[in-house]
């Protein structure tokens, strides 16, 4: 038996994987979804949400679970940087790790390097406020950074820090191929505080990781 660790992508959170960790469970193994720091349950202010956080709330999962327990780690889109810096972090607790259209980014290079390279992007054409494509490569290539990166949140205005998707685009950039329950599902999430109240009833709160949820008996 394995523990999956389900990381959610940019915008996501803990729920999209509500119908994948019943198919682990059948299969004998565990399935543990994440609300990320500034996603789903996670109240963190989005402009706090770092790598380095983010990798500690996976770290904190995995130390929560026994020893000798398999680890693997899935992650969607942008959380691909999360599970890659992870497994470096503590590299004997984790058996593999899963990229499931996420990003795969070599040391040195920034996830944005490569976001910025679909010009026909839905969700790049539909960001809230966008920065001019030039400001943001300019912002890409100074916060490679060490002194910019420890500093920038006290450097940049808040609405430079964070990032969102306009709602009339989720359908089209993140559901075009999901049933019509799935986008109603995300509608209603957005529309209540309790995220996971309108999810299916096995969703509840693990005891583990504050910052975790997962599906329960």
Not at 12 to 38: F, Y
Not at 94 to 110: E, F, H, K, N, S
Request: hydrophobic share 45%; glycine share 8%; net charge positive.
């Amino acid at each position: 038996m394995a523990a999956f660790i389900l990381l959610h992508g940019s915008f996501h959170g803990a729920w999209n994987w509500h119908r994948v960790i019943p198919l682990l469970e059948r299969a004998g193994h565990r399935g543990i979804a994440l609300d990320l720091p500034g996603h789903g349950k996670n109240r963190m202010a989005p402009r706090w949400a770092s790598l380095a956080r983010n990798v500690a709330c996976v770290r904190d999962c995995i130390d929560a679970l026994p020893p000798d327990e398999e680890i693997v780690l899935v992650a969607h889109s942008r959380n691909g940087i999360v599970i890659s810096q992870t497994a470096e972090a503590c590299p004997r607790r984790i058996a593999g790790l899963v990229y499931l259209a996420a990003y795969l980014v070599p040391d040195g290079r920034a996830m944005m390097d490569y976001a910025m390279q679909d010009g026909q992007s839905l969700i790049v054409r539909n960001i809230e406020n966008p920065l001019p494509q030039a400001t943001l490569k300019f912002l890409v290539r100074i916060f490679k950074s060490g002194f910019m990166r420890a500093f920038g949140g006290a450097l940049l205005p808040y609405a430079m820090q964070t990032h969102r998707l306009k709602k009339s685009a989720y359908r089209e950039a993140l559901y075009h191929d999901c049933g019509e329950e799935i986008v109603d599902m995300e509608a209603c999430r957005k529309s209540i505080s309790n995220a996971c109240r309108i999810a299916p009833s096995r969703w509840i709160c693990s005891a583990g990781c504050s910052a975790m949820c997962r599906a329960g008996a």
